[in-house]
């Protein structure tokens, strides 16, 4: 199984950037899809999450009403749409893949793990 995240990029304060994530290996609508964030010498954390079918989504309160999750069961890939971006977005974004059908935010029910792409939000 293979994530492959990519879309980030240096982006002013209130812009907005796409990320997206491919996937292969794996029969992809069998998985529902999360992305998370991570700041250097800070914990991982959960952005946003969808199910399978893409019907549910969840959001982490700090990007609720800025980001938007989707996929596309056809070409395998999950986007994260993230607009109004602040400083305190910059991190590196990672897609993963979980068997479970809820929404879930610990990154510890998600079996399967991008690579990540770097997002700089410069203030």
């Known amino acids: 199984v293979q994530l492959q995240a990519s879309g980030g990029g240096l982006v002013q304060a209130g812009g907005s950037l796409r990320l997206s994530c491919v996937a292969s290996g794996l029969t992809f609508d069998d998985y529902g899809m999360g992305w998370f964030r991570r700041v250097p010498g800070k914990e991982r954390e959960f952005v946003s999450a969808?199910?399978?079918?893409?019907?549910?989504?969840y959001y982490a309160d700090s990007v609720k009403g800025r980001f938007a999750i989707s996929r596309d069961n056809a070409k395998n890939m999950v986007y994260l749409q993230m607009n109004s971006l602040k400083p305190e977005d910059t991190a590196i974004y990672y897609c993963a893949s979980t068997r479970s059908s809820r929404l879930l935010r610990s990154s510890r029910l998600y079996q399967y793990w991008g690579q990540g792409t770097l997002v700089t939000v410069s203030s």
């Open positions: 969808v199910t399978w079918s893409g019907s549910s989504t």
